[in-house]
């Protein structure tokens, strides 16, 4: 099945800096990449996606770029403000058996 | 408001009790999910369940049940026989596998 690695598991970094995530997948059919952000207490939250058909999305100050043949994909927060910090995951889904995977997440702090 | 609904937030039980937690949902959703989070090892699943009266078996379904007899409720009982219940318990739901999953704010669940 997929397995889904995540890197590193905490970064901190200080406001305005930018921060970056990285995750890589095993399973080369999976085709649907969310990214999701946790806050202390509370449910993870989606903040963006991207699927295989293409190779970099944005939304803001917040970027994530794919690429298939390496099986791995980022996650790219640019300014970064201290309510950024949270603990981000990252996921990969597989249509052919109906899984998702998550990493084992990252917890960001952004220092005032 | 549309949305995941999970009770209660914190919930305590002795060893070798069942305890049942809820997980309700108003988004029209056929797709609904149970995930334990522990701290350093992401998301993993429990149960899914892609449509009523249907549910599938994630990586760690021993020790649980569920049922899914109406589109929005999806119950999860932690028997006696999970060897190590205490965890923080996340229901999700989505249109399926390859879009947005919501979640629920989380159980936090102590067996003492």
Redesign the interface.
């Known amino acids: 099945g997929e397995n889904v690695e995540?890197h590193p598991?905490t970064l901190s970094v200080q406001e305005g800096d930018s921060a970056v995530i990285k995750c890589t997948y095993s399973d080369s059919a999976s085709?649907?990449f969310?990214w999701?952000k946790q806050e202390l207490?509370?449910?993870?939250?989606?903040i963006i996606?991207i699927?295989s058909n293409v190779g970099e999305k944005k939304d803001q100050r917040i970027a994530v770029t794919l690429n298939k043949t390496a099986k791995h994909f980022s996650l790219h927060i640019t300014e970064t403000q201290p309510e950024d910090s949270a603990v981000y995951?990252c996921a990969a889904?597989n249509?052919n058996n109906?899984?998702?995977r998550?990493?084992?997440?990252t917890r960001l702090t952004v220092k005032p | 408001d549309g949305g995941i609904t999970q009770s209660p937030k914190y919930l305590f039980r002795k060893e070798g009790q069942n305890v049942t937690l809820s997980c309700e949902q108003n988004l029209n959703h056929d797709a609904m999910y149970w995930y334990r989070q522990d701290p350093g090892q992401g998301l993993r699943l429990i149960y899914y369940s892609q449509i009523v009266n249907d549910f599938q078996k994630g990586d760690i379904a021993e020790g649980y049940s569920v049922s899914r007899e109406k589109k929005e409720s999806f119950p999860l009982t932690v028997t006696s026989a999970q060897k190590n219940p205490t965890a923080f318990y996340l229901c999700a739901s989505s249109i399926d596998r390859y879009t947005e999953a919501f979640f629920g704010q989380g159980t936090r669940l102590t067996v003492v």
């Not at chain 1, 207490?41 to 989606?46: A, M, T, V």
């Not at chain 1, 998550?102 to 997440?105: I, L, S």
Request: no cysteine.
């Open positions: 995540q598991s085709n649907y969310p999701y207490g509370k449910g993870p939250q989606l996606d699927r995951f889904s249509p109906n899984d998702m998550f990493g084992a997440g």
